[in-house]
Protein backbone atom coordinates (compact mmCIF):
# COMPACT_ATOMS: atom_id res chain seq x y z
CA UNK A 1 0.00 0.00 0.00
CA UNK A 2 1.25 3.76 -0.57
CA UNK A 3 -1.06 5.91 1.39
CA UNK A 4 -1.23 9.46 1.47
CA UNK A 5 -3.12 11.59 4.44
CA UNK A 6 -5.79 14.32 3.59
CA UNK A 7 -7.36 16.52 6.01
CA UNK A 8 -10.17 18.80 5.15
CA UNK A 9 -10.39 21.42 6.74
CA UNK A 10 -12.79 24.64 6.25
CA UNK A 11 -13.97 28.03 8.31
CA UNK A 12 -17.64 28.00 7.58
CA UNK A 13 -18.27 25.40 10.99
CA UNK A 14 -21.74 26.46 12.31
CA UNK A 15 -21.15 26.25 16.05
CA UNK A 16 -17.36 27.54 16.20
CA UNK A 17 -16.52 30.09 13.52
CA UNK A 18 -13.13 29.87 12.00
CA UNK A 19 -12.30 26.84 14.38
CA UNK A 20 -8.96 25.16 12.19
CA UNK A 21 -7.02 28.76 13.01
CA UNK A 22 -8.43 28.39 16.66
CA UNK A 23 -5.34 28.63 18.80
CA UNK A 24 -4.45 25.53 21.04
CA UNK A 25 -1.75 26.80 23.26
CA UNK A 26 -0.02 28.90 20.44
CA UNK A 27 -0.72 26.61 17.19
CA UNK A 28 -3.75 26.63 15.13
CA UNK A 29 -5.46 23.42 15.35
CA UNK A 30 -5.33 22.66 12.05
CA UNK A 31 -1.59 22.98 12.53
CA UNK A 32 -1.73 20.62 15.48
CA UNK A 33 -3.76 18.10 13.33
CA UNK A 34 -1.35 18.40 10.49
CA UNK A 35 1.69 17.16 13.22
CA UNK A 36 0.09 14.93 14.82
CA UNK A 37 -0.65 13.06 11.29
CA UNK A 38 2.75 13.59 10.33
CA UNK A 39 4.08 11.80 13.58
CA UNK A 40 1.87 8.43 12.64
CA UNK A 41 4.47 8.44 9.36
CA UNK A 42 2.25 6.66 6.59
CA UNK A 43 2.80 8.82 4.22
CA UNK A 44 3.28 12.32 2.86
CA UNK A 45 -0.07 14.57 4.75
CA UNK A 46 -1.96 17.61 3.07
CA UNK A 47 -4.37 19.42 3.83
CA UNK A 48 -7.19 20.22 1.96
CA UNK A 49 -8.16 23.65 2.37
CA UNK A 50 -11.11 25.93 1.48
CA UNK A 51 -9.98 29.03 2.09
CA UNK A 52 -6.16 30.36 1.74
CA UNK A 53 -5.68 31.33 5.06
CA UNK A 54 -5.77 27.64 6.52
CA UNK A 55 -3.69 26.52 3.86
CA UNK A 56 -1.26 30.17 4.72
CA UNK A 57 -1.47 28.33 8.39
CA UNK A 58 -0.42 25.05 7.35
CA UNK A 59 2.52 26.05 5.00
CA UNK A 60 3.76 28.67 7.65
CA UNK A 61 4.05 25.68 9.99
CA UNK A 62 6.41 23.61 6.84
CA UNK A 63 3.35 21.67 5.93
CA UNK A 64 1.86 21.14 2.46
CA UNK A 65 -1.83 22.51 1.68
CA UNK A 66 -4.38 22.35 -1.45
CA UNK A 67 -6.89 24.60 -1.88
CA UNK A 68 -10.22 23.14 -3.05
CA UNK A 69 -13.54 24.67 -3.74
CA UNK A 70 -15.30 26.16 -0.52
CA UNK A 71 -18.82 24.88 -2.01
CA UNK A 72 -18.00 21.23 -1.78
CA UNK A 73 -20.99 19.63 0.08
CA UNK A 74 -18.62 17.45 2.42
CA UNK A 75 -15.58 16.60 3.52
CA UNK A 76 -15.35 13.26 1.59
CA UNK A 77 -15.60 15.39 -1.62
CA UNK A 78 -12.55 18.22 -0.26
CA UNK A 79 -10.34 15.25 -0.07
CA UNK A 80 -11.11 13.77 -3.59
CA UNK A 81 -10.47 16.89 -4.89
CA UNK A 82 -7.43 17.61 -3.03
CA UNK A 83 -6.20 13.82 -4.16
CA UNK A 84 -6.75 14.56 -7.87
CA UNK A 85 -4.88 17.76 -7.43
CA UNK A 86 -1.71 16.17 -5.98
CA UNK A 87 -1.86 12.75 -7.43
CA UNK A 88 -3.36 13.06 -11.03
CA UNK A 89 -1.35 9.70 -11.74
CA UNK A 90 -2.90 7.86 -9.33
CA UNK A 91 0.65 6.87 -7.32
CA UNK A 92 -1.30 6.70 -4.01
CA UNK A 93 -3.84 3.90 -3.95
CA UNK A 94 -4.99 4.51 -0.30
CA UNK A 95 -6.40 7.82 1.16
CA UNK A 96 -6.76 8.19 4.62
CA UNK A 97 -9.19 10.72 6.05
CA UNK A 98 -8.26 12.54 9.06
CA UNK A 99 -10.92 14.98 10.47
CA UNK A 100 -9.04 18.45 11.04
CA UNK A 101 -10.87 18.76 14.79
CA UNK A 102 -8.99 15.93 16.65
CA UNK A 103 -6.29 18.31 17.94
CA UNK A 104 -4.99 15.59 20.48
CA UNK A 105 -5.53 12.45 18.19
CA UNK A 106 -2.91 9.76 18.60
CA UNK A 107 -0.75 8.79 15.50
CA UNK A 108 -1.66 5.15 16.56
CA UNK A 109 -5.17 5.67 15.23
CA UNK A 110 -3.96 6.48 11.55
CA UNK A 111 -1.93 3.60 11.62
CA UNK A 112 -4.66 1.24 12.81
CA UNK A 113 -7.15 2.37 10.11
CA UNK A 114 -4.59 2.08 7.35
CA UNK A 115 -3.32 -1.52 8.81
CA UNK A 116 -7.36 -2.89 8.61
CA UNK A 117 -7.67 -1.41 5.48
CA UNK A 118 -5.90 -4.62 3.30
CA UNK A 119 -6.32 -7.61 5.09
CA UNK A 120 -10.11 -7.51 5.45
CA UNK A 121 -10.36 -6.57 1.71
CA UNK A 122 -12.66 -4.10 2.67
CA UNK A 123 -12.98 -1.19 0.48
CA UNK A 124 -12.91 1.26 3.36
CA UNK A 125 -12.02 0.86 6.98
CA UNK A 126 -12.79 3.54 9.92
CA UNK A 127 -12.66 3.10 14.15
CA UNK A 128 -14.50 2.97 17.07
CA UNK A 129 -14.30 2.73 20.63
CA UNK A 130 -16.60 0.89 23.46
CA UNK A 131 -18.70 3.62 24.99
CA UNK A 132 -17.86 3.59 28.85
CA UNK A 133 -20.65 6.31 30.18
CA UNK A 134 -24.13 4.81 29.96
CA UNK A 135 -25.41 8.45 29.16
CA UNK A 136 -24.11 8.08 25.85
CA UNK A 137 -26.32 4.63 24.77
CA UNK A 138 -28.72 6.70 23.73
CA UNK A 139 -27.54 10.26 22.82
CA UNK A 140 -27.85 11.03 19.18
CA UNK A 141 -24.54 12.90 19.03
CA UNK A 142 -22.75 9.49 19.83
CA UNK A 143 -22.59 7.41 16.92
CA UNK A 144 -23.15 4.10 17.15
CA UNK A 145 -21.69 1.35 14.82
CA UNK A 146 -23.25 -1.90 14.26
CA UNK A 147 -20.41 -4.16 13.79
CA UNK A 148 -19.54 -7.80 13.29
CA UNK A 149 -16.55 -8.34 15.02
CA UNK A 150 -13.90 -11.32 14.56
CA UNK A 151 -13.05 -13.64 17.36
CA UNK A 152 -10.42 -11.30 18.19
CA UNK A 153 -12.42 -8.46 18.90
CA UNK A 154 -10.71 -5.99 17.89
CA UNK A 155 -11.49 -6.03 14.38
CA UNK A 156 -14.85 -6.64 12.41
CA UNK A 157 -16.93 -5.52 8.94
CA UNK A 158 -19.48 -2.63 9.75
CA UNK A 159 -23.12 -3.63 9.59
CA UNK A 160 -24.64 -0.47 10.53
CA UNK A 161 -23.74 3.23 11.74
CA UNK A 162 -27.05 4.86 14.00
CA UNK A 163 -27.43 7.70 16.42
CA UNK A 164 -29.75 5.63 18.66
CA UNK A 165 -28.65 2.90 20.83
CA UNK A 166 -28.08 0.22 18.83
CA UNK A 167 -27.95 -3.46 18.81
CA UNK A 168 -30.26 -4.17 21.76
CA UNK A 169 -29.65 -6.31 24.27
CA UNK A 170 -26.87 -7.50 26.51
CA UNK A 171 -22.98 -6.13 25.59
CA UNK A 172 -20.87 -3.58 25.03
CA UNK A 173 -21.80 -0.74 22.61
CA UNK A 174 -19.66 1.21 20.63
CA UNK A 175 -18.35 4.90 19.71
CA UNK A 176 -17.79 5.39 16.10
CA UNK A 177 -14.68 7.32 15.41
CA UNK A 178 -14.47 9.59 12.33
CA UNK A 179 -11.38 8.48 10.83
CA UNK A 180 -11.37 6.53 7.13
CA UNK A 181 -9.18 4.91 5.36
CA UNK A 182 -10.38 4.78 1.72
CA UNK A 183 -9.26 2.84 -1.12
CA UNK A 184 -8.43 4.94 -4.02
CA UNK A 185 -11.17 3.84 -6.09
CA UNK A 186 -13.65 3.02 -3.29
CA UNK A 187 -13.38 6.85 -2.35
CA UNK A 188 -13.89 7.68 -6.52
CA UNK A 189 -17.14 5.70 -6.49
CA UNK A 190 -18.12 6.82 -3.07
CA UNK A 191 -18.08 10.75 -4.08
CA UNK A 192 -19.93 10.02 -7.25
CA UNK A 193 -22.86 8.01 -5.24
CA UNK A 194 -25.98 10.22 -4.57
CA UNK A 195 -27.18 10.61 -1.15
CA UNK A 196 -28.63 7.97 0.31
CA UNK A 197 -32.41 7.44 2.34
CA UNK A 198 -30.95 5.93 4.85
CA UNK A 199 -27.59 8.80 4.93
CA UNK A 200 -30.20 11.19 4.88
CA UNK A 201 -32.79 9.98 7.19
CA UNK A 202 -29.66 9.48 10.11
CA UNK A 203 -27.53 12.42 8.78
CA UNK A 204 -24.43 9.49 8.53
CA UNK A 205 -22.82 10.05 5.52
CA UNK A 206 -21.12 6.48 5.81
CA UNK A 207 -24.60 5.21 5.05
CA UNK A 208 -24.48 6.08 1.38
CA UNK A 209 -21.33 3.28 1.01
CA UNK A 210 -22.90 0.57 2.93
CA UNK A 211 -26.75 0.89 1.10
CA UNK A 212 -24.34 0.87 -2.21
CA UNK A 213 -23.18 -2.12 -0.76
CA UNK A 214 -19.28 -1.31 -0.38
CA UNK A 215 -17.97 -3.10 2.76
CA UNK A 216 -16.13 -0.96 5.61
CA UNK A 217 -13.64 -2.54 8.11
CA UNK A 218 -13.48 -1.25 11.55
CA UNK A 219 -10.62 -1.47 13.98
CA UNK A 220 -11.11 -1.05 17.41
CA UNK A 221 -9.21 1.79 19.38
CA UNK A 222 -9.52 2.29 23.20
CA UNK A 223 -10.92 5.77 23.35
CA UNK A 224 -12.79 8.39 21.36
CA UNK A 225 -10.22 11.19 20.68
CA UNK A 226 -11.47 15.20 21.84
CA UNK A 227 -13.26 16.23 18.78
CA UNK A 228 -13.47 20.20 18.89
CA UNK A 229 -16.73 21.46 17.53
CA UNK A 230 -18.18 24.42 19.86
CA UNK A 231 -16.64 26.57 22.42
CA UNK A 232 -16.44 23.97 25.40
CA UNK A 233 -14.95 21.74 23.31
CA UNK A 234 -12.19 23.87 22.60
CA UNK A 235 -11.44 25.11 26.37
CA UNK A 236 -11.12 21.26 27.07
CA UNK A 237 -8.55 20.76 24.24
CA UNK A 238 -6.61 23.43 25.63
CA UNK A 239 -6.72 22.18 29.17
CA UNK A 240 -5.67 18.64 28.09
CA UNK A 241 -2.77 20.21 25.76
CA UNK A 242 -2.10 22.55 28.34
CA UNK A 243 1.83 21.12 28.71
CA UNK A 244 2.03 20.92 24.42
CA UNK A 245 2.65 24.40 23.83
CA UNK A 246 4.40 25.60 20.27
CA UNK A 247 7.30 25.38 19.97
Known sequence: MNPVVIIPARMASTRLQGKPLAD?????????VWRQAMLADVGPVVVAAAEREIADAVESAGGSAVLT???LPSGSDRVFSAL?????????NVVVNVQGDLPALDPAYIRAVVDVLAPTGAEIATLAAEIDNEADYANPAVVKPVVAWDVTRERGRALYFTRTRA???EGPLFHHVG???FKREALERFVKLAPSPLEQREKLEQLRALEAGMSIAVARVPNVPISVDTPED???ARALLAHDSAE
Open 24 to 32: IRGLPMIVR
Open 69 to 71: DPD
Open 84 to 92: EKIDPNGAH
Open 167 to 169: PSG
Open 179 to 181: IYA
Open 234 to 236: LET
